[in-house]
C-alpha cells in the first residue's frame, strides 16, 4: 500500500478567519503554527506578517509537513517536523526568546483520515496504526493486543467518553484470544459495534473508541497539559494563544488553563465556533471550539 499522500489536500482550515482576527498578525511578527498539518492557516499567517515577520510551523506528521511545504512555498515560513510541545527546545535552537502568537489546531487533519495507510477512520479498511509521527514506537494493535481488559476500558472511557467500555473491551479480549490479533480498522470497528446495544444514532458507535486510541497511541493530552502548562513562558508580553479543540477532553484543559492561569487575559468569553454556512463547506467544523488569550505584560 502506497506510502505517498494524495496529490491534493482535501482538508480546509478550520475557523481561519476566527483565527486570523483572534491573533491579530501584523507586519513584522513571529508567529508559531504548532499543528500546521496541510498549511492552511500558516499560509495565512504568514501573508500577514510580510514583510519583516516569519512563521514556524511544527507537525509531528512528517506527510503534512510535505503538503504544508507545497502549500507556504514563497512564504516567510519554516516547517520542523517536532511535536508543539517542543516548542522551547525549536524557539531556543533559533535564539528565539519569545514570540508573538502561537496557534494551535488540536484536529486531525481530513487527509489524515482520508490515508487507508495510517489507520485513524473506521471507515475505511487499513492497518490499525494511528500513530501522527510514522516512527513512533506504539500503534493502535499494539494497544489493542496487549491490554488488559480493564486497561482497554479505561482507555475507552477516560479519553473517548464511552460508556460500554468494558462491554466493548471485553469483546476485543475474546476475538483475540479465540481469532487471532486484531490489525486492521474493519475488524476493530466490527468489533465495537458489535458491543454497542439499541440504535446507534447518527454517530458511528466506533467513533469514541478509535478516538481514544488515538489520543493514546499519541499521548496527545501529555502534550497538551505540558504544552497549556509553558505556553505564557513562550509568548512576549501582550502575545497571544488562540486554540482550537475538537471534544470536550482538550476544550476543558484550555479553557481552564486559560481561565485560572493570572498570566492569561481571556479574549473569548465563550468558545468560537464555525457559522452554518462554514459547517455546510466543511461538516469537519462542526464541533470545533476555538478560544483565544492574550499574556498579561505585568505578570512573570
Avoid at 18 to 34: E, K, S
Avoid at 153 to 178: P, Q
Avoid at 234 to 255: M, Q, T
Wanted: charged share 25%; aromatic share 4%; glycine share 8%.
Amino acid at each position: 500500500m502506497s506510502s505517498l499522500p494524495p496529490p491534493e489536500p482535501v482538508h480546509r482550515p478550520v475557523l481561519l478567519e476566527q483565527v486570523l482576527a483572534g491573533l491579530n498578525p501584523t507586519p513584522g511578527m513571529i508567529l508559531v503554527d504548532g499543528t500546521a498539518g496541510a498549511g492552511g492557516h500558516t499560509a495565512a499567517l504568514a501573508r500577514l506578517v510580510q514583510p519583516g515577520g516569519r512563521v514556524i510551523g511544527l507537525d509531528r506528521d512528517p506527510e503534512m509537513l510535505r503538503m504544508a511545504t507545497e502549500a507556504t512555498r514563497g512564504l516567510p515560513v519554516e516547517l520542523v517536523h517536532a511535536p508543539y510541545s517542543d516548542l522551547a527546545d525549536v524557539l531556543e535552537e533559533r535564539g528565539i526568546e519569545a514570540v508573538d502568537g502561537v496557534l494551535l489546531d488540536l484536529g486531525l487533519s481530513s487527509d489524515q483520515l482520508a490515508w487507508e495507510h495510517r489507520g485513524f477512520s473506521f471507515g475505511r479498511e487499513g492497518p490499525l496504526d494511528m500513530r501522527f509521527d510514522p516512527e513512533g514506537e506504539t500503534t493502535a494493535a499494539d494497544l489493542v493486543n496487549s491490554l488488559s481488559a480493564d486497561e482497554l476500558a479505561d482507555i475507552f472511557f477516560h479519553l473517548g467518553e464511552e460508556r460500554f467500555s468494558r462491554r466493548v473491551a471485553r469483546r476485543i479480549v475474546e476475538s483475540r484470544k479465540f481469532e487471532g490479533p486484531i490489525t486492521t480498522t474493519s475488524r476493530l470497528a466490527t468489533l465495537v459495534r458489535s458491543s454497542i446495544p439499541g440504535k446507534w444514532g447518527p454517530i458511528d458507535p466506533a467513533t469514541r473508541v478509535f478516538q481514544a486510541l488515538r489520543i493514546a497511541v499519541n499521548r496527545e493530552l501529555e502534550h497538551l497539559d505540558h504544552t497549556l502548562s509553558h505556553l505564557p513562558e513562550w509568548l512576549r508580553p501582550g502575545g497571544r494563544a488562540a486554540i482550537i479543540s475538537f471534544h470536550s477532553l482538550e476544550d476543558r484543559r484550555v479553557k481552564h488553563a486559560f481561565r485560572n492561569d493570572p498570566r492569561w487575559n481571556v479574549l473569548t468569553k465563550k468558545p468560537v465556533t464555525a457559522s452554518p454556512d462554514e459547517v455546510g463547506q466543511n461538516p469537519r467544523a462542526r464541533s470545533a471550539k476555538l478560544r483565544v488569550a492574550e499574556r498579561c505584560p505585568t505578570t512573570q
